[in-house]
C-alpha cells in the first residue's frame, strides 16, 4: 500500500514538473521580446511579401512568433528570416547580433542590396559574437565582397551555406503569397582572408557545406580543394561548390568522404576527371550534380551500385557511349539529366523499372532508334520528359500517353514519323507544356475544336507541315506559341492574342495580314511576325502597360509610317523592322526606351536621325542602311557607351566624321553619303574591326589617325576575331564597298577608304605590333536565322569552312600580289621620273 502511495506521488511531481517546464518553455523572457521588437523596427522588408516578420507584435508570446523558437530558459536560439523581402537594416550595430544563445539564422532568399548592377554589401564582422552558431545560412542574400575573418569564431557550425549567383526563379519554393517570380542579381563573395584553408580548420564540426558561386581567390586552393576537404572535413555529408572555378583532378584523398550524401560541383572544370572515378567510393550518396564540368568519357556500369541515389544531373558534359541498362537498379530515381552530351544508341527499355522516376531529361544527344513502349509503361510517375535535340525514331509509342501525371513532353526535332493523333493529347489531362517541333508528324485533325479540357501552357509546333491554325489553340490559354516555319498562309486569327500569351513566334510562313480587330496583350513579351507576307500599313495597338522586349517584323512588306504606339514599350530592348517598306520619320520616342538592338536598315525611311538619345543609352546594336535619311549624327550618340555596330550606309548624310562615337565600336560603316572633310580623330577604337569610309567627300590625309591603337585589327598570328553581335530575327547581313563593288558579307571584317579624296603613307608604328590587314580581317558578324543560311555551313561544316576561307585567302593573296607589283611599277616610274628631271 505505502508503495502504491509513493508511485502515485512520484506521478504527481512528475506531471507537476512537466506542466511547469512547459509552461517555462513557453515563457518568453522580456529583454528577448524587446530585442525581436527592436529587430524588426531596424529591418527594411515588404510588409505585403512578409509572413513571418509582420505579424510580431508585443500582445503575443514572442517565443511562439513565426521563425522564432526558444530554449527553456526562455532565450531566442532560432530565427528563421527567410524569404522575408527584408532589403536593408543589417548593419554592424544590428540588434540581431545582440542574440548571444543564437544556434540557428537563415536569412536566406532575401535581397539586401536593392541597387541595379548590385552594390557588394559585405557580410557585417559582427557575425562573429553569435559563437553559439550551428547553422548559418546566408545565401542568395545579396552579400558580396571578401567574408570577413571574424566568421573564423564560428566553431560550432556544423552547417554553413554562402551561396550567392545570380538567382532567377520563376516559382520559387519558399512560402510567400503571391510571390510567383524572383530575379536576384547577387554580389559574388570571395574567400581570400580567410581562405579556404582557414575556414576549414576552424569548422572541424562542419557536416553541411555550401559556397555555391563563392571566388575562392587562390589558385593552389582551387586545384587542391578537394585533398583540403578530405583533409580537415573528413565526416561531411553534404558538399555544394558550384562554380567555384575549381580544377580537377580530384585526389584519391577525396574519396574518404564515405559520409557524403549530397554532392554538387556543376560548372567547376573537372575535365581531367575520368567519369569512373566518381562512382565508386560514395556509397551512401542521394544526390550527385555535375553539369557543365568537362567530364568525358562513359558512364560505368559501376553507376549501379549507387543505390540509394535519388537524383542525377550530368548534363552538359562530353559523355559519350550508351546510357548503361543497369540504370535501372537505381529503383529510387526520382531525377535524372544527362541532356547535351554525346551518348548514343537507344533509351533502355529498363527505364521502366525506375518506378519513381519524376523528371527525365535526355536532350541534345545522339540517341538513336525507336523508343520501346515498355519505357513508360512503368513510368505513372513521371511529370517531366524530355528528349529534343536526338535522332530517335519510328512511331511515337501509345504508351506515353498513359502517363497520367504528365506535365511536359519534349520530342522536337527528331526523326518520328508516322501519324500524331490530337485525341492523345486527351489522356494527358495535366500537360502543360508540348514540343512536336520539326518532327515529320502528321498532327492529325487540326480542325477540331473539342479540346477545351487541355491545360497546355506551352505548344511548339515548328515546321510541322500545318497549312492554317489548328482550331484547338482557340480553346487554349496559351502562354508560348511557336507556330514557325509552317506553310501557314492568309490573316493571323484575332484570336490568338490570349489575355496570358507571353510569347508568340510566327516567323517563315505565308501570313499576309492581322484579322481586325486585334489587339496586343500587355503580358506580351517577346512577337516574332519577321519574314512573312504581311503588307499594307500595321498599327499595332500597343498599351502602355506592355512588357514588350522583343519585336521583329522585318522581312515583309509593310509601308506607311513607324507606329509610334511602340513607343508605348518601355521595356522594348529589340526591334527589328528590317526589309519592308517604311517611310516618313524615325519617331525620336523609339530611344526613350531600354532600345538594346534597333534594325530600320532597307526601308524608306527619310529625315534627320533623332538628337534623343538619352544620357545612359544602352543601345548597342544600330543599323539604319539603305534609306533616305538626311543630316547628321546626333552629337547625344555619344551618350550610348555601349555601342558595338553602327551602320548608316546608303543615305544622303552630310556631315564631319564622328569622332565622339563610343571606344567599344567594333563595327563602323559610313559608305556611300556626303561626309566630308578630314578624318582627324583623338579618339581610339581599341575593338574596331570594321571600317567602312567609301563613297563619300572626305579629305585631307590619314597620318593623324592613330592606327596602332586599333589593336583589333592587328593579327599577329592570323587569328581570327569574333565580334560579340548576334541577333535572331533577320539575315540583312552587312553591305560594304570593297574596290568600288558594293558586296553583302555575313563572314568578314574590312577597312576601305575608297572613292574618298584621302592620301595616306605606310605607318612605321605598325611594325612592332605586327601588319594591319587592311583587305582582309575576318570576323563574325551576324547569326542568321533561316533555312539553307550559308552561316549554318560556316559554323557547322568544318570541311565547307576551311574550303570558303581557303577560297578568300587565295583571293587576297592575289590582291596584295596585284598591289605590290603596282606599287613597284609607280616606284620604278618615279625613280625614272626623278633620274630625267635631274638630267
Known amino acids: 500500500m505505502l508503495s502504491n502511495l509513493l508511485l502515485l506521488l512520484i506521478c504527481i511531481l ?22 525581436l521588437l527592436k529587430l524588426k523596427h531596424e529591418l527594411i522588408f515588404n510588409s505585403s511579401l512578409s509572413t513571418k516578420l509582420v505579424r510580431w507584435n508585443e500582445s503575443g508570446e514572442c517565443c511562439k512568433w513565426h521563425g522564432v523558437e526558444c530554449d527553456a530558459s526562455g532565450y531566442v536560439v532560432s530565427l528563421q528570416l527567410d524569404g522575408e523581402a527584408i532589403s536593408g537594416g543589417i548593419g554592424e550595430l544590428s540588434s540581431l547580433f545582440r542574440f548571444k544563445y543564437l544556434q540557428k539564422l537563415n536569412l536566406a532568399f532575401n535581397y539586401l542590396d536593392m541597387n541595379y548592377p548590385p552594390i557588394l554589401i559585405p557580410i557585417p564582422k559582427s557575425i562573429g559574437n553569435l559563437t553559439y552558431l550551428t547553422h548559418l545560412n546566408l545565401s542568395h542574400a545579396g552579400f558580396g565582397g571578401q567574408v570577413p575573418s571574424e566568421i573564423l569564431s564560428l566553431t560550432r557550425l556544423a552547417s554553413l551555406d554562402i551561396s550567392t549567383g545570380v538567382l532567377s526563379l520563376e516559382k520559387p519554393d519558399m512560402d510567400i ?9 547577387t554580389a559574388a563573395l570571395s574567400l581570400e582572408q580567410p581562405n579556404l584553408e582557414m ?11 555550401y559556397l555555391d558561386w563563392v571566388n575562392i581567390t587562390s589558385f593552389r586552393e582551387r586545384k587542391k580543394w578537394g585533398h583540403i576537404i578530405s583533409s580537415y572535413l573528413p565526416s561531411l555529408t553534404s558538399l555544394s561548390l558550384v562554380g567555384c572555378g575549381l580544377h580537377g583532378p580530384l585526389p584519391k584523398s577525396f574519396w574518404q568522404l564515405h559520409s557524403l550524401s549530397i554532392l554538387r560541383l556543376d560548372r567547376n572544370n573537372l575535365s581531367e576527371v575520368a567519369v569512373p572515378d566518381l562512382f565508386t567510393n560514395f556509397p551512401s550518396l542521394t544526390t550527385l550534380t555535375l553539369s557543365g564540368c568537362g567530364l568525358k568519357g562513359s558512364i560505368p556500369s559501376t553507376f549501379a551500385n549507387l543505390t540509394k541515389l535519388t537524383r542525377v544531373d550530368l548534363s552538359l558534359n562530353l559523355l559519350k557511349g550508351s546510357i548503361p541498362s543497369t540504370i535501372a537498379n537505381l529503383t ?14 537507344s533509351i533502355p527499355s529498363t527505364f521502366a523499372n525506375l518506378t519513381k522516376l519524376i523528371h527525365l531529361d535526355l536532350s541534345a544527344n545522339l540517341l538513336t532508334g525507336s523508343l520501346s513502349p515498355a519505357i513508360f509503361e512503368g513510368l505513372s510517375n513521371l511529370v517531366h520528359l524530355h528528349l529534343r535535340f536526338n535522332f530517335s525514331s519510328g512511331n511515337v509509342p501509345r504508351s506515353l500517353f498513359g502517363l497520367p501525371s504528365l506535365v511536359e513532353l519534349d520530342l522536337r526535332f527528331n526523326q518520328f514519323h508516322g501519324t500524331f493523333q490530337l485525341d492523345n493529347l486527351r489522356s494527358l489531362p495535366n500537360l502543360t507544356f508540348l514540343g512536336l517541333s520539326s518532327l515529320p508528324v502528321d498532327i492529325g485533325n487540326v480542325n477540331s475544336s473539342s479540346y477545351g479540357g487541355l491545360q497546355l501552357k506551352v505548344l511548339h509546333l515548328l515546321s510541322c507541315n500545318l497549312s492554317q491554325f489548328p482550331d484547338f489553340i482557340k480553346d487554349l490559354d496559351l502562354q508560348v506559341l511557336d507556330l514557325a516555319a509552317n506553310g501557314i498562309a492568309g490573316e493571323i486569327p484575332s484570336w490568338i492574342w490570349g489575355t496570358q500569351l507571353l510569347f508568340l513566334g510566327l516567323p517563315f510562313n505565308h501570313l499576309t495580314n492581322l484579322q481586325k480587330p486585334y489587339h496586343i496583350p500587355p503580358s506580351l513579351e517577346s512577337l516574332y511576325l519577321h519574314s512573312n507576307q504581311l503588307r499594307g500599313e500595321l498599327h499595332l495597338p500597343i498599351p502602355l502597360e506592355s512588357k514588350l522586349r522583343e519585336l521583329s517584323l522585318a522581312n515583309n512588306s509593310i509601308s506607311g509610317s513607324i507606329s509610334t504606339s511602340i ?40 529625315g534627320p536621325i533623332p538628337y534623343s538619345f538619352p544620357l545612359h543609352c544602352g543601345l548597342k546594336y544600330l543599323d539604319l542602311n539603305n534609306n533616305s535619311l538626311k543630316g547628321k549624327i546626333p552629337k547625344s550618340l555619344q551618350n550610348c557607351k555601349w555601342l558595338q555596330l553602327m551602320n548608316v550606309g546608303n543615305n544622303m548624310m552630310n556631315d564631319t566624321f564622328p569622332c565622339m562615337l563610343s571606344s567599344t565600336l567594333v563595327v563602323l560603316v559610313l559608305h556611300s553619303n556626303r561626309f566630308h572633310g578630314e578624318v582627324r580623330c583623338h579618339m581610339s577604337w581599341p575593338n574596331l574591326q570594321i571600317l567602312d569610309i567609301s563613297s563619300n567627300h572626305f579629305s585631307g590625309s590619314l597620318e593623324s589617325i592613330n592606327f596602332s591603337s586599333w589593336t583589333a585589327m592587328v593579327l599577329p598570328s592570323a587569328e581570327i576575331l569574333t565580334l560579340g553581335l548576334s541577333h535572331h530575327f533577320s539575315s540583312s547581313g552587312l553591305t560594304l564597298i570593297m574596290k568600288g563593288q558594293m558586296v553583302k558579307l555575313y563572314e568578314i571584317c574590312h577597312t576601305d577608304d575608297n572613292g ?11 611594325e612592332e605590333k605586327g601588319e594591319i590587314e587592311w583587305e582582309y580581317v575576318c570576323a563574325a558578324v551576324g547569326y542568321v536565322v533561316g533555312f539553307g543560311s550559308i552561316m549554318w555551313l560556316l559554323l557547322l561544316c568544318q570541311s565547307f569552312r576551311e574550303r570558303y576561307f581557303g577560297k578568300i585567302e587565295e583571293v587576297v593573296e592575289e590582291m596584295f600580289i596585284a598591289r605590290d607589283m603596282r606599287r613597284r611599277r609607280a616606284r620604278r616610274a618615279a625613280a625614272r621620273n626623278r633620274a630625267s628631271r635631274r638630267q
Open 756 to 766: 574618298n579624296g584621302l592620301t595616306a603613307r605606310e605607318h612605321d608604328d605598325l
Open 14 to 35: 512528475s506531471s507537476s514538473f512537466i506542466l511547469t517546464t512547459d509552461s517555462y518553455n513557453n515563457k518568453c523572457l522580456r529583454h528577448q521580446e524587446i530585442l
Open 332 to 345: 529510387k530515381l526520382i531525377h535524372v539529366d544527362l541532356s547535351f552530351n554525346s551518348l548514343k544508341g
Open 199 to 209: 575556414l576549414f580548420q576552424n569548422f572541424t564540426k562542419l557536416r553541411e557545406l
Open 567 to 606: 513607343c508605348n514599350a518601355r521595356h522594348l530592348s529589340i526591334l527589328d523592322l528590317f526589309r519592308n517598306k517604311l517611310s516618313g520619320s524615325i519617331p525620336p520616342c523609339l530611344f526613350e526606351s531600354i532600345i538594346i538592338y534597333l534594325d530600320l536598315s532597307r526601308n524608306n525611311i527619310s
Open 177 to 185: 503569397p503571391r510571390l510567383t517570380s524572383l530575379k536576384i542579381p
